[in-house]
C-alpha cells in the first residue's frame, strides 16, 4: 500500500448529532434525578430502591446509559483519531471500545433489571 | 523594551534557542514590526516576513506573548514585557520566525477556493442582490495571514487532514455565495470525520482573529447546511 494522506470517508454528520442529541438524553436525566433527591425528606436505601423499582425509571435509566456509551464512543474515538497515528493501533483500540461498551450495556440490563 | 526571540537557522543551529534583545525605544505608537525592524538593524540575521506593515497582507503573522497575532498592527504600548515572540506554533520552522506555510495552503486549496458557476459568463458582472451580498460578510475579509489555524488544537494533531478554521471559513465564504453551484459537492467534500468535524469549538480561532473575524462560526453554519440535507 502506497502511503498517501487518504480522507473522505463521508460520515461524521450523524455522529456529531448523536453526540448532542444524547447529551441532552443526560443531561434531562441528571436533573431529573437531581431533583428527586433534593425533594426527599429523608434520604436511605429505601429511597433509592423505591426509585428504582418501577419499570418507567429503570426503562429511562437504560435510556441515559444507552446515551451516555454512544456519547462516550464518539468521545474515545475522537481521542484516538486525533493522538494514535498507526491505523492498526486505532482499529484495534476501536474494536476494544466498542466490545467494552457493548459488555456495558449487557451488564447495565442485568442492573437494572436485577437479572 | 526587552524581547526575547526565538531564533533557529537550520544550517548553523543545532537546536533552536531564545535571543534576548534590548531596544532603546518609547513604546508611543509604535508597533511590534517596528521594534522588530530596528532589532533587525542590531542583528542583520534575524529573520522574519513582512510586506504590507498594516494588516492587510497578513505575511508577519507570529507567536506574541503567546498569543498568535499580526507584528503590522500589535502597539507595542499593549505587551508585557519581556516581548517573547515565537513563529506560529504547528508549522515547520524555515528559519527564526519564518514558518513554512505549505500544509496550511494544502487545505486552503483543498476546498476549491473560487467560484464555481457553469453558466456562460453574462455581458457584465455577475450580479447578487443586496442581501445575498451580505451573506458574504465576516468571510471575504480573511486574509489568510494563518493566526487561526496554527492556534488550533485539531489542526496541530492533524495538519495533513484537518481542514482548519481558515479553510473552513473559505469553504463557508463560497458554500454561502449565491453565485456558485458547487454547493452539494463542497458540502461532500467536507463530510469527513477528519476534514470537517475534527473542529470540537474550542474557538481560539475565533479568540486570535487579527481581523476579528469567526470561523466557528461559519463552521457551525456549514454543520447545519449538512443537517438541512440530510434531514
Known amino acids: 500500500m502506497v ?4 480522507t473522505g470517508a463521508h460520515y461524521g454528520l450523524r455522529d456529531w448529532l448523536v453526540q448532542r442529541v444524547t447529551a441532552v438524553v443526560m443531561a434531562i436525566y441528571s ?13 436511605g436505601y429505601d429511597t433509592w430502591a423505591g426509585l428504582f423499582s ?31 497515528k498507526p491505523a492498526s493501533i486505532r482499529l484495534t ?18 442492573i437494572l433489571w436485577g437479572l | 523594551m526587552k524581547f526575547k526571540i526565538y531564533r533557529y537557522n537550520p544550517d548553523i543551529d543545532t537546536a533552536p534557542y531564545m535571543q534576548d534583545f534590548d531596544l532603546n525605544l518609547e513604546s508611543g505608537d509604535a508597533m511590534l514590526l517596528d521594534a522588530l525592524m530596528m532589532l533587525r538593524k542590531q542583528d542583520d540575521s534575524l529573520g522574519f516576513r513582512k510586506s504590507c506593515r498594516e494588516g492587510v497582507c497578513g505575511s508577519d ?8 497575532g499580526l507584528a503590522c498592527i500589535t502597539s507595542l504600548s499593549s505587551l508585557k514585557q519581556p516581548v517573547e515572540i515565537r513563529p506560529l506554533p504547528g508549522l515547520p520552522v524555515i528559519r527564526d520566525l519564518i514558518v513554512d506555510m505549505t500544509q496550511f495552503f494544502k487545505q486552503y486549496h483543498s476546498i476549491k477556493p473560487y467560484l464555481v458557476n457553469n453558466d456562460p459568463p453574462p455581458e457584465t458582472e455577475r450580479l447578487q442582490s443586496p442581501k445575498d451580498r451580505l451573506e458574504l460578510d465576516g468571510l471575504y ?11 488550533c488544537p485539531s489542526f496541530w494533531w492533524n495538519p495533513d487532514k484537518f481542514v482548519g478554521p481558515a479553510g473552513l471559513l473559505q469553504a463557508y465564504r463560497f458554500i454561502a455565495d449565491t453565485r456558485d453551484q458547487d454547493t452539494a459537492a463542497r458540502l461532500d467534500n467536507l463530510e469527513d470525520p477528519y476534514r470537517l468535524f475534527r473542529c470540537h469549538t474550542i474557538m481560539n480561532c475565533v479568540d486570535v482573529c487579527p481581523k476579528e473575524l469567526n470561523p466557528t462560526e461559519a463552521i457551525g453554519k456549514i454543520k447545519d447546511m449538512m443537517v438541512k440535507r440530510a434531514v
Open chain 1, 3 to 6: 502511503n498517501r494522506i487518504v
Open chain 1, 31 to 43: 436533573a431529573v434525578v437531581v431533583v428527586f433527591l433534593l425533594l426527599q425528606p429523608e434520604f
Open chain 1, 54 to 84: 418501577g419499570n418507567p425509571m429503570r426503562t429511562f435509566s437504560m435510556l441515559f446509559l444507552l446515551s451516555l456509551f454512544y456519547h462516550a464512543w464518539i468521545g474515545m474515538r475522537d481521542i484516538v483519531m486525533d493522538y494514535i
Open chain 1, 93 to 110: 483500540i476501536h474494536v476494544l471500545v466498542i466490545l467494552a461498551l457493548v459488555l456495558y450495556v449487557i451488564w447495565s440490563v442485568q
Open chain 2, 61 to 68: 503573522a507570529m507567536n506574541i506573548n503567546g498569543r498568535n
Open chain 2, 141 to 151: 475579509e480573511c486574509i489568510l495571514c494563518g493566526c487561526c489555524t496554527t492556534s
